[in-house]
């Protein structure tokens, strides 16, 4: 079943050729519920701007947009297994995920602009205000989704700070 849904998200025709000209395609098909992949190693290890970027023959679907100090130590953050502590390192493994259920045959592919450190933040801001990736919303949960969230996140906690108390005992 297409995704009507994001039809906003994929790049026009003018997108798709600035998109080209301004970040460098590398060849990285991601599959982010690998722990360590080995393509990593192709990633560049240099301060950047990257582009998650879903790819279906000539359509492109707006993904992510992130910056990072060094581009290959990012992305391996993303490969990691759920960690409690940082639950925003797993979207895009949740969002694979989630495509290939909704969307099945697209492929998440790695685009890259290197930047100095200085101007990382602000070139970040700017492309995600022109492209509008999908993964790049700030909506908020409804109070339902948020109450869960809490529940879950409380019962962790607690079922921590017993064992700590027990273990220290």
Known sequence: MPLTSTSSFIASVLESQTIQGEF???AIEFDF?????????????????????????????KVYIG????????????HRA??????????LAFFQHW?????????????????????ISSIEAD??????????????PAEEERDAIEHAFRGYFYSYFRARAVADA
């Open 33 to 61: 519920t690998s722990p360590r992949p080995e393509y990593l190693s192709s990633a560049p290890t240099t301060p950047g701007v990257y582009f998650i970027i879903g790819e279906r023959g000539d359509q492109l679907l």
């Open 99 to 119: 495509l290939m259920q909704e969307d099945p045959g697209w492929s998440l592919t790695l685009r890259t602009r290197t930047e100095t450190t200085e101007d």
């Open 24 to 26: 460098d395609r590398h």
């Open 82 to 91: 759920f960690q409690i502590h940082c639950p925003n390192d797993y979207k």
């Open 127 to 140: 492309c995600i205000r022109r492209y509008q990736p999908l993964v790049n919303g700030t909506s908020h």
């Open 67 to 78: 910056k990072a100090a060094s581009v290959r130590r990012r992305m391996g953050d993303y």
